[in-house]
């Protein structure tokens, strides 16, 4: 509810709640190395981030390729559970995999 304003003839009754800023946003980047196995990376891929297959694979031969790659981009304690679950698997199977977290481009 916005702020009650004491009605006259001229005036509005309530105020329109002021706009709420957008959340500021986190991608999600997968590193590269030279030692988890592609398929560990495909299935962590699939099942942290909800992708297909097909989808988990591009991003993977991406990160493979190119040392890096976006995985997805959520609020702030999303992307953070995210990458604390990328990191357990990873920790638990005794594989090197990296994954951070940073403030995603503005898009202007
Ligand atoms: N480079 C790894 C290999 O050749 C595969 C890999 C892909 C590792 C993506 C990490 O985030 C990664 N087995």
New binding site residues.
């Given amino acids: 509810m916005g702020t009650p304003v004491a009605p006259t003839h001229d005036t509005v009754v309530e105020r329109k709640q002021a706009k709420l800023a957008p959340p500021p946003m986190y991608q999600v980047v ?9 398929d560990f ?1 495909v299935v962590v891929v699939q099942h942290v981030f909800g992708k297909s297959l097909e989808e988990a694979a591009r991003i ?2 991406k ?2 390729h190119e040392g890096r ?1 976006v995985v997805g981009i959520y609020t702030r304690d999303i992307a953070a559970t995210r990458v604390e679950s990328v990191m357990q698997l990873a920790r638990v199977n005794q594989h090197p ?2 994954c951070i977290m940073e403030p995603a481009p503005s898009g202007d």
């Fill in positions: 997968l590193l590269n190395d030279d030692y988890t196995p592609m990376v993977m031969l990160v493979h790659g995999l990296q």
